[in-house]
């Protein structure tokens, strides 16, 4: 599945794990290495990576896709500090959607960027972030006629964008 399309393809959110290693849990998953390295050693490799190179890199970066109400919300340092340590540990780009609810019902979505600053020739991820439920789930993109034929990790172009905005548009209500 290389060319994808509005018409044929979607974003999916998969329910893999719903515990404390949900990030970890969800890179493993998207990257395949789900056998081959645990989640405590994931762990142990970004917290690592984090002390031998903190203040180096850039802690996040920000984009902000335009929904009904926007907020961007503050995670905790330490948070951020894991995720920015797993892209660049697996030489990612981590694209996490946070969903969450306002007082009045209303879908806010914030969508965050962890990794190196240059994207150049990275494979991109995407995960949900459930800010109400404080899970974590996979996303990928899934064939409409075939839900098995599925996509994990991406190149950065339009067609993967424009696919993100629908699946927040209807799956994640946020208009």
């Known amino acids: 599945m ?3 399309s509005i018409e044929k393809h979607k974003f999916c959110a998969e329910n893999v794990c719903i515990d404390l290693f949900g990030v970890y ?3 493993r998953h998207l990257l395949n290495i789900s056998d081959e390295i645990s989640n405590d050693q994931v762990h142990e490799r970004a917290v690592n990576y984090y002390f031998n190179h903190k203040g180096r890199q850039r802690i996040v970066l920000f984009h902000i896709i335009k929904c009904t109400i926007i907020e961007i919300n503050s995670y905790g340092w330490c948070d951020d500090a894991k995720r920015q340590a797993l892209a660049v540990l697996y030489d990612i780009i ?3 959607v946070c969903q969450r609810q306002d ?3 209303q879908s ?3 969508i965050k960027f962890y990794g190196k600053k240059s994207s150049l020739g990275k494979k ?3 995960m949900l972030y459930d800010e ?3 899970n974590f789930y996979p996303l990928h993109v899934t064939n409409k006629e075939n839900s098995t034929d599925r996509i994990t990790t991406f190149d950065d172009h339009d067609m993967v964008k424009s696919l993100l905005h629908i699946y927040i548009k209807d799956d994640l209500k946020c208009e």
Do not use: A, P, R
């Open 2 to 4: 290389t060319n994808l």
């Open 25 to 27: 849990t969800s890179v």
């Open 94 to 96: 981590i694209c996490l």
């Open 103 to 105: 007082d009045k019902g």
């Open 108 to 110: 806010i979505v914030t």
């Open 124 to 126: 991109f991820v995407y």
């Open 132 to 134: 109400t439920k404080f």
